[in-house]
């Protein structure tokens, strides 16, 4: 293995009563553990290899104060831009898309590849946003229902109908006629966690409550469902 072999990980830390998403970095060449909280708002933690998780996290707690500035000056400082920047990242299922703006592009936005091409006159941010969610609101119409039928497929559990929704404060949900409801911003989402709130709405198709049975049936199909759970908790807004 090379000297500057490299270990990447999310992890959790709850600062102030609050769940922070992290970076672990583990590299074989370094020396320190240092700390950095990069634009877009992620805090980085850089370790040697061999470092201990107990230790990473203790370091972390012990820089409480001087992470929640750095955020929250990062926080600001996006909020304060007009517009989103040139080659922002947009995610998209297990990826991202590069934001580009074409300054002689006629259709509003065309994807190339994993490059999101919008047309430089729709960069004003409320212009920009909305054209944004019109584009995802467009993939999760063609992804959402292939996705859902492949689930159902494989549970053997059939469903009426699915609506694409843009619900305020839930993921996906379901009624008694076997109607599901998806959230649009689930193509903003890992595959796994998107897969996690369609393996959860059509097992309340067989079980209409949260009951052993119900969570018996969600851990068969999805046994890393409480992860993908607490991973939710972690996705706002796309951009």
Not at 9 to 24: A, S
Not at 37 to 52: I, K, Y
Not at 113 to 125: G, I, K, T
Not at 207 to 223: E, I, K, Q
Request: net charge positive; hydrophobic share 40%; aromatic share 8%.
């Amino acid at each position: 293995m090379s000297g500057n072999a490299m270990d990447s990980r999310q992890g959790l830390i709850t600062l102030q009563g609050k769940e922070l998403p992290y970076q672990l970095v583990r590299v074989r060449s370094r020396k320190r553990v240092s700390l950095l909280v990069n634009g877009e708002g992620l805090l980085q933690v850089r370790t040697p290899w061999r470092t201990p998780l107990r230790q990473v996290e203790q370091l972390v707690c012990d820089h409480e104060t001087w992470i929640l500035q750095q955020l929250s000056q990062v926080q600001q400082t996006n909020a304060a831009q007009s517009t989103l920047p040139e080659g922002h990242p947009l995610p998209l299922l297990d990826g991202f898309v590069q934001l580009r703006y074409g300054t002689e592009q006629i259709r509003p936005i065309i994807r190339e590849d994993n490059q999101l091409w919008v047309a430089a006159r729709y960069q004003e941010r409320s212009v920009l946003t909305a054209l944004l969610e019109q584009w995802y609101r467009a993939e999760a119409r063609r992804y959402l229902p292939l996705r859902l039928q492949l689930w159902s497929d494989q549970m053997q559990i059939p469903y009426a109908r699915l609506t694409v929704r843009s619900q305020k404060s839930r993921w996906g949900s379901c009624s008694s006629r076997k109607t599901i409801s998806l959230n649009w911003r689930l193509v903003c989402l890992p595959v796994r966690v998107g897969d996690y709130v369609m393996v959860h709405e059509l097992s309340h198709l067989r079980h209409m409550n949260h009951s052993p049975d119900f969570w018996g049936l969600v851990a068969r199909y999805l046994p890393e469902y409480v992860a993908c759970r607490q991973q939710l908790r972690l996705f706002l807004s796309p951009w």
